[in-house]
């Protein structure tokens, strides 16, 4: 009997030796936002789906206008651009994080495959002890030696252990299992607004990226909606207990003479800020 599979493509677009760019919602949107400003840039056009029913199961239902709606699915689309350039590429966005993530991954290597992808890039967020008027730096990670030392061209910093959360992470891990080159740009976003969106984290790890893949767009909006996110910013700094912030302008400090992985910080302090980002996930949920 054959399996049916959840992949549809409408079209097989022409790409030369193309990349792959795939992001999913997470910590500060950086991923999310940085593949969607890139998709609508260069003018992508989609040609391909992962149908949801095989990876998420919706838990609640809208009523509006006293009715029950039906369940919305997530969406998991693949776009393409190409334009007589040396390498093509194929975006891919999750407007959520699956729950058979590792299923899902493969089958995401399943077109990566079909299409002879010959490097994917995602985005995360690296959270840290700084301030939110920091200009982000962009860190890295990739799956194999050649990779790393490709990444410290671009000045990215490169991560030396940790982990990172959801397909953002794990499907270069599963690219890796599968013989596919892959790397990981993560733009640095302050610990105290891992809910908030941060563009400017967006457009850092844009602008690593638009360079290695020698392409063009214009990062001026998202200048603009970083510089719109300020006051929202400042607002949950400023929630933040006068020790805190006096720990946190410490570390700045303290980043301007050593690395950030280098830097020590007070277990209470760091319990501290976990509380109240907590705290405000309650308060946001309206327990």
Not at 195 to 218: F, H
Request: net charge negative; with cysteine.
């Amino acid at each position: 009997m054959d399996t049916v599979s959840p992949v549809e493509l409408f079209k097989r677009p022409k790409l030369r030796s193309p990349y792959m760019v795939a992001a999913w919602p997470g910590m500060g949107g950086v991923a999310i936002i940085a593949a969607n400003y890139l998709r609508h840039q260069l003018g992508a056009e989609e040609f391909g789906e992962i149908d949801p029913y095989y990876f998420f199961s919706p838990a609640q239902v809208l009523i509006e206008d006293h009715l029950i709606q039906v369940p919305e699915l997530p969406e998991s689309k693949f776009y393409s651009w190409d334009t007589d350039r040396e390498h093509g590429l194929v975006i891919f966005i999750g407007s959520s994080q699956p729950e058979r993530g590792y299923e899902f991954a493969n089958r995401i290597l399943d077109v990566a495959e079909e299409f002879q992808i010959i490097r994917i890039y995602t985005f995360a967020a690296f959270p840290l002890f700084i301030h939110h008027s920091r200009q982000p730096r962009v860190w890295g990670t990739a799956t194999d030696a050649e990779l790393i030392e490709y990444l410290k061209g671009y000045r990215v910093q490169v991560m030396e252990s940790g982990s990172i959360g959801g397909l953002n992470g794990l499907l270069l891990g599963v690219a890796k299992e599968r013989g596919v080159e892959g790397v990981c740009l993560l733009g640095e976003i302050p610990i105290y607004a891992t809910q908030v969106a941060n563009p400017g984290a967006s457009r850092a790890v844009l602008e690593v990226l638009i360079e290695m893949l020698d392409v063009e767009i214009n990062l001026d909006e998202l200048t603009a909606w970083a510089e719109r996110f300020e006051p929202e910013m400042e607002k949950l700094y400023n929630a933040l207990p006068e020790d805190t912030r006096e720990t946190i302008d410490r570390f700045e400090s303290l980043m301007t003479h050593v690395r950030p992985a280098e830097a020590e910080m007070d277990r209470d302090i760091i319990e501290e800020i976990e509380d109240f980002l907590e705290e405000q996930r309650r308060k946001g949920r309206g327990n």
